[in-house]
T-cell receptor, first 113, second 115 residues
Framework: AQSVTQPDIHITVSEGASLELRCNYS??????LFWYVQSPGQGLQLLLK??????LVQGIKGFEAEFKRSQSSFNLRKPSVHWSDAAEYFC???????????FGTGTRLKVLA | KAGVTQTPRYLIKTRGQQVTLSCSPI?????VSWYQQTPGQGLQFLFE???????NKGNFPGRFSGRQFSNSRSEMNVSTLELGDSALYLC??????????????FGPGTRLTVT
């Protein structure tokens, strides 16, 4: 069965520090992978997506993610975190042909000043 | 381009009542998906509509239903509300075609509280 795992429920980093949020997926075919961010009381905003090609993808707000097929991972990174990055981050797999997404449980990021 | 809009933004209902939530997709988008978000279960897929047809549905009881109109606007209905239906209901739109379906844009959600 398809699934998405975000092993870190909470992460706290200091402003200016680097960030890596982990995402592992289970899917038999080539996955379509996404990272979304959700600020409190808001909907989800697409940060970046991977469909095919270059395994390092750039997104908005200075985020990037790397697809590693051998590890079934799609980790999100940012070299220097800003206080405004505090939010909840969701990794998702798009299941082609079924018209549905499977989301991870989310990682809540706290940024210390 | 205007984003996805959802109305109402907040709703308080009593157990046993029914509720209808509305979603207007981005102009030109023909696919609308609905999700339920709760602290315990996270984001769970409810159903997806494209050109007034439901193409997929999640594992929710029949009390949850939806429809899509010819202008791509969508509504979801929950009948006989239960306390556990309290959640943030998110709507997402996309072009709906092939991989275009996969790039979804979310609305701000409707916060439903059942008392």
């Amino acid at each position: 069965a398809q699934s998405v795992t975000q092993p870190d429920i909470h992460i706290t980093v200091s402003e200016g520090a680097s960030l890596e949020l982990r995402c592992n997926y289970s899917y038999g075919a080539t996955p379509y992978l996404f990272w979304y961010v959700q600020s409190p009381g808001q909907g989800l905003q697409l940060l970046l997506k991977y469909f095919s090609g270059d395994t390092l993808v750039q997104g908005i707000k200075g985020f990037e993610a790397e697809f590693k097929r051998s590890q079934s991972s799609f980790n999100l990174r940012k070299p220097s975190v800003h206080w405004s990055d505090a939010a909840e981050y969701f990794c998702a797999v798009g299941i082609s042909g079924t018209y549905k997404y499977i989301f991870g449980t989310g990682t809540r990021l706290k940024v210390l000043a | 381009k205007a984003g996805v809009t959802q109305t109402p933004r907040y709703l308080i209902k009593t157990r046993g009542q029914q509720v209808t939530l509305s979603c207007s997709p981005i102009s030109g988008h023909r696919s609308v998906s609905w999700y339920q978000q709760t602290p315990g279960q996270g984001l769970q897929f409810l159903f997806e509509y494209f050109s007034e047809t439901q193409r997929n549905k999640g594992n929710f009881p029949g009390r949850f239903s939806g429809r899509q109109f010819s202008n791509s606007r969508s509504e979801m209905n929950v009948s006989t509300l239960e306390l556990g239906d309290s959640a943030l209901y998110l709507c997402a739109s996309s072009s709906g075609m092939d991989r275009g379906f996969l790039e979804q844009y979310f609305g701000p959600g409707t916060r439903l509280t059942v008392t």
